[in-house]
Each structure stands twice: as structure tokens, then as C-alpha cells.
């Protein structure tokens, strides 16, 4: 069973720093690009962050590129994103999604979140 | 930057109707969008992907079609547990955008 469990959240102020970890399970991680999404409160889903399978093509929205950075370790399986300079438009809940072996990004597996709020 | 419109934003319809929810990409994607499925509190579910093919597991009731820029996801026979916001997603390159949402509920 695919398993991807999200870590790292909670309350920082407006220019904190934090990492988010999700660790991932049941399948060939090193095989697979992963994603980042999220989702803030009452809010849509936003695609934050890729990364393909060696980690050395990395794609980030707007947003959040010079701030976030998307890094993986396919020994432990371990999926990061490290976050500076923190906004208070950052806070939501932040999904790690395995992509699907088809074409494209396309999430077919999702984490159950963790939740990052930014407020001083 | 591709931007994605759904419509509409809110639906409502009783058991067994058929329901169609519409994507629209500001430029063309090719057959390059996905749908999924967020229940309420829930974690979002994959639905279909390459605009017509249906993600292992799903219920067939659930079909796809479309391409370019104009998209549909329809449901044949609405059932209670469909209750939930489904967003498009572009999946050809980066950004990889979702639609705003569309909140079906039962009538």
C-alpha cells in the first residue's frame, strides 16, 4: 500500500524558516517525480513544487520560487521542502503527492497533509 | 502563465441525474488535464487523467472528454458519496494549475 505521511508543520512568524518532510512508503520511491500542493483554508489546490526522480530537475510556481526548495533522499525515501522568508499567504496545508508513471504531473497518490500557519 | 476556469462553481442535482462540470484552459493543452475528487475534510483523489482515461479503481459512472482547451468531466448517475469539489489540473508542464473548484452537492 502507497503511504505518504507529511511531518514538519506548525506556527512560525512572517520570515521563519521550516522544513516540511514526508516519508514515503509501498512503492519505488526513486522510481517516481514527487510534488508538493497545497491547499490553503477553505481555499483550492495549488501546485507548489516538483521533482523528478534523480533530483535534478526541480519546477516551483511563482510564488515560491528564491524562498522554497523541493529536495529528496532516495536512500531513506524521504521527500523534503525547506521554506524561508515566510508570508502569511503561505499558510495551508501542504500535500505530499507521488506523480503517476504516465506523462505529465499527475498526482495519483496523496499524503494527509500538514498544516503551516504563518502569523506573528 | 495558462490559467484554468471551471464551471460552474457550485452545483446542486438529485441521485441519478447526469452531471457535467466544465474546465476551460486560456490556451490549448492538449489532452494534457486531469480531474479529481476532494471529499469533505478528505484528501484529494485522483480521478482521470489525459482527459478521458479513467484512474484505476474508479467508478465507471465518472468519464472524461475534451481537449485543446475545453474539457468535461460527467458524472452518468450522481450517487450521494459523490458529494464533494472537483478540480481540474493541467499536467503538461509547469505551472501544473488547478481550477478554482466546482462544489457539488445534493439536491
Known amino acids: 500500500e502507497v503511504q505518504l505521511v507529511e511531518s514538519g508543520g506548525g506556527l512560525v512568524q512572517p520570515g521563519w524558516s521550516l522544513r516540511l518532510s514526508c516519508a514515503t512508503s509501498g512503492f519505488t520511491f526513486s522510481s517516481h517525480w514527487m510534488s508538493w500542493v497545497r491547499q490553503a483554508p477553505g481555499k483550492g489546490l495549488e501546485w ?7 533530483g535534478t530537475e526541480k519546477e516551483y510556481v511563482d510564488s515560491v520560487k528564491g524562498r522554497f526548495t523541493i529536495s529528496r533522499d532516495n536512500a531513506k525515501n524521504l521527500l523534503y521542502l525547506q521554506m524561508k522568508s515566510l ?12 506523480d503517476h508513471v504516465a506523462p505529465g504531473i499527475i498526482f495519483d ?3 494527509q497533509g500538514t498544516l503551516l500557519t504563518v502569523s506573528s | 502563465d495558462i490559467q484554468m476556469t471551471q464551471s460552474p462553481s457550485s452545483l ?23 480531474w479529481y475528487q476532494q471529499k469533505p475534510g478528505k484528501v484529494p483523489k ?18 472524461g472528454s475534451g481537449s485543446g482547451t475545453d474539457f468535461s468531466l460527467t458524472i452518468s448517475s450522481l ?11 493541467k499536467h503538461n508542464s509547469a505551472p501544473h494549475t488547478f481550477g478554482q473548484g466546482t462544489k457539488l452537492e445534493i439536491k
Open chain 1, 48 to 54: 507548489v513544487a516538483n521533482i523528478n526522480q534523480e
Open chain 1, 87 to 98: 508570508r502569511a499567504e503561505d499558510t495551508a496545508v501542504y500535500y505530499c503527492a507521488r
Open chain 1, 109 to 111: 497518490s496523496w499524503g
Open chain 2, 12 to 34: 446542486s442535482a438529485s441521485v441519478g441525474d447526469r452531471v457535467t462540470i466544465t474546465c476551460r484552459a486560456s490556451q490549448g493543452i492538449g489532452n494534457s488535464l486531469a
Open chain 2, 46 to 63: 485522483l480521478l482521470i487523467y489525459a482527459a478521458s482515461t479513467l484512474q484505476s479503481g474508479v467508478p465507471s459512472r465518472f468519464s
Open chain 2, 79 to 89: 450517487q450521494t458519496e459523490d458529494v464533494a469539489t472537483y478540480y481540474c489540473q
